[in-house]
């Protein structure tokens, strides 16, 4: 198992609350779902593939679009 780590934070750079999905890089198909933690704007997900992923914080729940932030990385 992978564990991967992805820390959100808003325009201030402050811990946040997003949505964040993982995609295959291949496929864009979805591994996981989940919310990032308002404390330490982490989101952790664990996952048994093995390849190129990217992560997507997607808006805010109030639907205010301030950044959407996307992250590469090699599991």
Known sequence: ?????V????????PTIRRVRLHRMDTGAV??????????GNWVFETDYQGEAYAVGLPSRSGVIEEMTIRRTVL
């Open 1 to 5: 198992m992978k564990t991967v780590v």
């Open 31 to 40: 591994l996981g779902e989940g919310y990032s933690n308002g404390i330490s």
């Open 7 to 14: 820390d959100v934070r808003d325009l201030q750079n402050n």
